[in-house]
């Protein structure tokens, strides 16, 4: 299982993400339990000393799903940007709730740095779209 995309949060806990998790990827706290297709992304949360793990999950749907770029803010918050080629893309307050077509940019944010994302939306037209990077501001305001 390949990890894509590394941050570090402000007490020195690594954020990281990735595809495919293996069937045995080890879930705690999870927004998403299982896998909705054989190749969803993870995401997890590593404590400081490395010595636990304190949030992961599943990220996707039926089709390929990548997470590509991740960004911590100054209190916590998670944010993830990547690539679906999942129709059934789970969002949350979406800008989009639909794809736009054959691949499409995502942006999630998850709050507390674990649990459920209270955003997350496609981003894409007609041809294909990705999201490879993302940075956030002092205000929140996400780049990708």
Excluded: C, E, H
């Excluded at 990281?16 to 190749?39: H, I, L, N």
């Amino acid at each position: 299982m390949p990890a894509t995309a590394l941050a570090v949060d402000s007490s020195g806990g690594t954020i990281v993400g990735g595809f495919p998790p293996s069937g045995s990827f080890p879930v705690v706290s999870p927004w998403q339990s299982a896998k909705a297709g054989d190749t969803d992304a993870f995401l997890a949360r590593i404590a400081p000393d490395f010595a636990s793990l304190i949030f992961s999950t599943f990220v996707g749907g039926l089709n390929r799903d990548t997470i590509d770029g991740l960004a911590v803010d100054g209190s916590g918050m998670i944010y993830v940007a990547g690539k679906t080629m999942s129709a059934n893309f789970p969002t949350v307050s979406p800008i989009q709730a639909s794809s736009g077509g054959n691949l499409d940019a995502f942006l999630m944010r998850f709050p507390n740095g674990v649990g459920a994302p209270d955003f997350s939306s496609l981003l894409g037209g007609a041809s294909g779209d990705g999201a490879m990077a993302i940075d956030v501001s002092a205000a929140r305001t996400a780049w990708l």
